[in-house]
């Protein structure tokens, strides 16, 4: 039997035995150049931090395209360093998982520590600090989800947690944003040091918003005379910090017991499912999709890990916001959207499940082909055609992803504007196009707008998704039931804070509300609309 550490791994016969890859580098080497001279932190120690990222330094340490590894620091849920990464030496067994049905098997070990930010734990709180007095560090990244960067609430006004470290300086921060902006300032006393702070989250403008919240605390903190001016201009001063942006993409969900039952039954044990109390869902393996996509602003102020060499794609500004706009408004996200909305009312709970629906795979070909590839943005690195074909044919169709529309389908208030409107915007401002031609992404939204009653196909309740707007919405659509012949989602569809645009203003509107009107004309109206529009 066959248990993740690292000295199991001197069993190498036993691992390739089972068809597992595993480091070829000289771990104890490794490790000790990082205690001495480290040179990347990673901040969010999830998943796709593991299955992704890890993934490509490990192939530069196996290549002796770098002499260190990285540093895990978890700032949030700290029963991850416990639970998941301390039993299995910092270890990872990555599964990916092909359409086909094969597994890639890979030990990941480029993580060489694992660190939290829990003040009970003084060596972990002075490590950190030692590292970021270390002239070495090149590179801070972070996949600490978009809620990590954020400061107020929806008021606008400053979280309680900020408030706290706002008084309380940089000697006890609590929130991410604020024990970032206490180590960037240790790293300015000990000697102004450049380095570079990386956001990997899948949001737009992710570098931006780092940057935001960071000079953002640190001025109340020289308001309040914890910090110096110089501090701010250190940080502003792009010789020294900078915060390029990014555009990620790879589908790491939570861990499947599939998996784990394939892998127990090819003697390799412990592999049991965590869920930590903060919810998150890891396991010693991570079950990921082949393809993979990262694109980095090349802004580095202190040298970066030749991560080129690993497929990971370095361009200028410009570039990574094509590209992320090529995915978000055109080749993946609006047709995930479209997907999640449609599952959740006609009953599926697998994106690749839907994908065997000839209706529902025509509406994302539609969405996709039809409409989107008319006004999609080339970035000129990755060809858009060929990107949709591979979302279509292999990532949305792989059985062995087990995502879900109900995931998905989360806080789609806060994308619809994204998915949708920026392509409806196109074709307004497009000199041979018209709005009123578009036909999959009226029906899409007019789908979303009859998720929201959280009433399925068959007629029967169900709990939307979590979603910040998610009441107010419902709230709007209160009174509508299945059957009603005429109905008024008029303060929905007009709200441009949601859409980026009045879509009655551009004729939309009306179309939808429409599509809408029979999708609640009884059970099985939502199939029967979607295959009168779609075919």
Known sequence: MLRL???????????NAVGVSLP??????????????PQWVHFGAGNIF??????????????????????AVESFDFEVMDKVYGPYDNLTLLVLMHANGHFDKKVIGSIVEGLTTDKNRLEDVQRLKNIFENPSLQMA???????????????????????????????????????????????????????TFVSMDNC?????????????????????????????????????????????????PRPSEKVKEALNNQGITDMDVIITSKNAYMAPFVNAETSEYLVIEDKFTNGRPMLEEAGVIFTDRETVNKVETMKVTTCLNPLHTALAVSG???????????????????????IGYEEGLKVVVDPGIVNPKAF???????????????????????????????RFGETIKAYVNGNDLDPSDLVAI???????????????????????????????????????????????????????????????????GEKIEGMFNEMIAGSGAVRRTLEKYIG
């Open 5 to 15: 550490s690292r000295k199991s791994l001197e069993n190498k016969a036993s691992w």
């Open 24 to 37: 070829t580098f000289d771990h104890d080497k490794v490790l000790q150049k990082t205690i001495e001279t």
């Open 50 to 71: 593991r299955g992704f990222i890890a993934n490509a330094h490990q192939q530069l340490l196996d290549n002796q395209k770098a002499d260190t590894g990285i540093i």
């Open 141 to 195: 990244s972070f996949t600490i989800t978009e809620k990590g960067y954020g400061l107020t609430d929806a008021s606008g006004d400053y979280l309680n947690i900020i408030k706290q470290d706002i008084e309380n300086g940089p000697e006890n921060p609590i929130h991410t944003m604020s024990i970032i902006t206490s180590l960037a300032y240790g790293r300015y006393l000990k000697g102004q040091f450049p380095m």
């Open 204 to 252: 737009s403008h992710n570098g931006d918003k780092l940057k935001l919240a960071v000079v953002t605390i640190a001025k109340e903190w020289l308001g309040k005379g914890f910090v110096e001016e110089a501090f701010i201009q250190y940080l502003e001063d792009e010789h020294k910090i900078t915060f390029p942006l990014s555009m990620i993409d790879k589908i790491t």
């Open 344 to 366: 959740c009312l006609l009953g599926y709970t697998l994106i690749a499940d839907e994908m065997q629906d000839d209706t529902l795979k025509k509406f994302v070909q539609t």
């Open 388 to 418: 949709l074909d591979e979302v279509v044919n292999e990532r949305f169709a792989n059985p062995y992803i087990p995502d879900t529309p109900q995931r998905i389908a989360t806080d789609t208030s806060q994308k619809v504007g994204i």
């Open 442 to 508: 009226p029906l899409a939204i007019a789908t979303w707008c009859r998720y929201l009653l959280g009433i399925d196909d068959k007629g029967e309740p169900f709990d939307i998704s979590p979603d910040p707007l998610g009441d107010t919405l419902q709230d709007a659509l209160k009174g509508i039931k299945l059957g009603d012949t005429s109905t008024d989602i008029r303060s929905i569809l007009s709200n441009e804070k949601i859409f980026g645009i009045n879509l009655y203003a551009i004729q939309l």
